[in-house]
């Protein structure tokens, strides 16, 4: 498809994740945009240093292409990415768009809370922070994290026993964390488990 490129060669690429949430917003010259389809990484133009750039190839936060579009008038790319690591931002967010001017009101939350709470227990097995619960778990390994998961799983029992909402909410919340800590470790994806529910509708 042919692409209409600005007047310094470049087209804006509009970085979204497969939730549908926005990480970044870069531009692409057409050696960057080729790279990205070549290699299904993405590649940008750094406007500044006036270079390309492998988004991911020093931090470790790879994006992997899944999808690629352009808009009506083909001056503008959308780009559907795996974010790997705990962000986009190289301020350590998960978005570049973290900066909030004004807010009518809070957005709702979704399932896509899953993801971010696996981004970070996996940011704490490749970063150890100390005093860290999640590092407790697995410096002890899989059996301790099996222990608990058993564990979580007869309270979510009780907590439905009883009848009492909140208590089933908080019981299951313990358990959906527990099952991601043991996701991280068994380095099994969120979206490995998102394929194989959807393959059961």
């Known amino acids: 498809m042919e692409l209409t490129f600005g007047p310094h060669g470049l087209i804006p690429a509009i970085v979204q994740d497969t939730q549908g949430r926005v990480l970044m917003l870069a531009y692409m010259n057409q050696e960057s945009y080729e790279k990205t389809l070549a290699t299904g990484e993405t590649w940008f ?3 500044s240093r006036q ?5 991911g190839a020093t931090s470790g936060q790879i994006q992997t292409v899944l999808d690629i579009s352009t808009d009506c008038d083909h001056d503008a790319l959308l780009l559907t990415v795996e974010q790997a690591g705990e962000g986009a931002c190289h301020e350590g967010d998960y978005s570049c768009f973290h900066n909030p001017i004004k807010q009518w009101q809070d957005p ?3 399932p896509e809370v899953l993801e971010d709470v696996y981004r970070v227990v996996l940011g ?3 970063s150890p922070k100390e005093g860290s619960y999640t590092n407790y778990l697995l410096d002890k390994g899989l059996d301790k994290i099996l222990k608990k998961v058993g ?3 007869a309270e979510v029992i009780i907590g439905a026993k009883n009848e009492d909402a909140q208590e089933i909410s908080y019981e299951v919340s313990d358990l959906l964390y527990h ?3 043991l996701l991280v470790e ?3 994806k969120p979206q490995q488990i998102w394929d194989e529910l959807a393959s059961r509708r």
């Open 45 to 47: 133009y750094s406007r």
């Open 51 to 55: 270079e390309l750039w492998h988004k």
């Open 151 to 153: 564990e979580e799983t």
């Open 186 to 188: 068994r380095d099994v």
């Open 124 to 126: 704490r097995k490749e």
């Open 108 to 110: 709702p939350v979704g």
């Open 179 to 181: 099952l991601l800590v």
